[in-house]
């Protein structure tokens, strides 16, 4: 095992409220994240004195990046909490979270700070979302928006139909793993889609974004934030929650070719983040007790149960349908809803999740003994991660 | 779906450094795409380095312009400028005959959005975007 080995932990988890088209900016969201993340570890805003998130605005295209409002970055964050003159550590890692939540883990194990605080702040971009009006399309635009190949949907969707041909599945299996994740959703109070519960019939019916994308493929973008804290493992065990320990990571620098062209390339990068991670804790899919796979998209479902090996290359489809993801099944999944019921978050509702149910915080949707959880994040390719929670520091 | 005022005009490819090659060539009616010519391999879109091994001896060739729908999608709900009069439109992602995986985007056209298959035959077509640029385009290829 060459992992991380539990030097760190998840200390705190908090949430803002989440909302769509919300008056407030989204910096007062961030606050909120980072007041209930501290809170929840115990600790005051005075305790933090590192910070890191993944500054990127939200959507694709040319939407605007006012401070504050669109993005919220490491400065902002120092002077909403009034740190300026105390943070000692900080990064801004474009990208995802895993990479930010590694970087943070790496600075408190180091002693380089104490606790950091680790948030992604989003919101619902202004007009239709991921609009794309430029005239002209460079570097990377230059080979799909002249063909109206601008809309992530519409780059993922490529590969739910490329699968649905390869290994004979239908919109109907989807629409047992929306359906039941729609189920999980209900159990999560702090969710976007709590208390609207969702059918086949309503799947089936929902209007085609990309075909074979309808609505319910796609995430629900939000206003909002989560924040984390991270300590070192030998000052985890003394504060208010139980700590969720770091055990495993992974991170890939596999290219995304072409910008999704080639849906393949999102299994083969997958598959090479998954042979990392699992060696990273010495532990394989057989030891995991909860799965929290990124679902920006429906698809990225199938990507991760057949890349991190929980089934064969082709199986996924059938291996929902057939109930072994449901909350009493033998790999519960997304338990929280995660991004496509919680809110669009950028897979910290998936870290989030997995920090929750290892530390037994889940509350109705607490699977019983969690002893390991998984987190991953991305479609698979560049900039994808995960993350393996134990509840003990030696995994 | 539309915007308000004048119809937006479609995004217009910006050559570059590395990729110019390829729109003259279009800009002519011919598909061209970069080759290793070091490891004897096809590169799209075009890079400064090949992928697999890592030398700068990149040419662009001609190819055939025949091709699979490797995969595709049906936009409804557009949100690229210029586009909102094509609805639904298809985004193919094109697999060349000339290697295993080597794919391109491009709208299939001259079928109906529920006529395209993956797997179905296609040949390269140009749709002119300006006085300079060109765009491949895929139709079905009759000969089965």
Not at chain 1, 155 to 160: E, I, R
Not at chain 1, 245 to 259: L, V
Not at chain 2, 3 to 10: L, Q, R, T, V, Y
Request: overall charge negative.
């Amino acid at each position: 095992m060459d992992g991380f080995s539990g030097r760190a932990a998840i200390v705190g988890v908090g949430y803002s409220k989440l909302e769509r088209r919300s008056p407030r900016p989204l910096a007062h969201f961030a606050r909120e994240a980072a007041e209930a993340a501290t809170a929840d570890a115990g600790l005051t805003i005075d305790d933090i004195d590192g910070l890191g998130t993944i500054p990127n605005i939200a959507a694709y295209g040319n939407t605007g990046d006012l401070e504050g409002i669109d993005i919220v970055t490491v400065p902002k964050m120092s002077q909403l909490l009034g740190r300026e003159h105390d943070i000692r550590w900080h990064v801004q890692t474009p990208g995802l979270c895993p990479d930010t939540i590694m970087a943070a883990a790496a600075a408190v194990a180091s002693g380089a700070c104490t606790y950091a605080l680790v948030w992604r702040a989003v919101n619902v971009p202004k007009g239709r979302y991921s609009d794309f009006s430029l005239a002209r399309a460079a570097g990377e635009h230059q080979f799909r928006a002249p063909y109206g190949f601008t809309m992530p949907a519409a780059w993922q969707s490529v590969a739910l139909r490329k699968y649905m041909h390869d290994h004979g599945s239908t919109r109907e299996d989807m629409a047992a793993f929306i359906v039941q994740n729609r189920e999980n959703t209900q159990l999560n109070p702090k969710a976007y889609w709590h208390g609207t519960p969702l059918t086949v019939e309503d799947y089936l019916d929902a209007p085609m974004v990309a075909d074979p994308f309808c609505l319910y493929d796609c995430d629900i973008p939000v206003d909002g934030c989560v924040a984390v804290v991270l300590a070192s493992a030998e000052r985890a065990r003394d504060l208010a929650q139980p700590p969720a320990y770091i055990t495993g990571h992974a991170q890939t620098t596999w290219p995304t070719r072409g910008g999704f062209t080639d849906s393949e390339n999102m299994w083969d990068g997958g598959t090479a983040m998954g042979k990392k991670l699992w060696a990273s804790a010495g532990l394989g899919p057989d030891d995991i007790d909860v799965a929290m796979l990124y679902d920006g998209f429906s698809i990225f479902l199938y990507v991760w149960l057949e890349a991190l090996g929980f089934v064969k290359r082709g199986e996924a489809a059938n291996y929902i349908a057939s109930g072994a993801t449901a909350l009493d099944g033998e790999l519960p999944l997304n338990t929280s809803g995660c991004s496509l019921g919680e809110g669009r978050l950028h897979g910290m509702a998936q870290i989030a999740e997995a920090v929750l149910q290892v530390t037994g915080r889940a509350g109705a949707r607490q699977i019983e003994g969690a002893a390991h959880t998984v987190a991953t994040v991305g479609a698979g390719s560049l900039a994808s991660g995960g993350l393996i929670f134990s509840r003990e520091a030696r995994a | 779906m539309s915007s308000e005022g004048a119809p937006a005009i479609k995004p217009v490819p910006v050559p570059d450094e590395v990729t110019a090659p390829f729109w003259e060539a279009a800009n002519r009616g011919v598909l061209a795409i970069q080759h290793c010519e070091a490891c004897d391999y096809y590169v799209h879109p075009p890079e400064a380095l090949c992928p697999r091994c890592q030398t700068p001896d990149l040419e662009f060739r001609e190819v055939s312009g025949k091709a699979r729908v490797y995969t595709h999608t049906v936009v409804r709900d557009n949100v690229t400028a210029g586009f909102a009069e094509d609805e639904p439109y298809v985004i193919g992602i094109i697999e060349l005959i000339e290697q295993e995986r080597l794919v391109l985007v491009a709208n299939v056209v001259n079928v109906g959005p529920e006529d395209v298959r993956i797997g179905m035959p296609l040949r390269v077509t140009f749709e002119r975007l300006t006085e300079d640029i060109a765009l491949p385009q895929f139709e079905p290829d009759g000969e089965d």
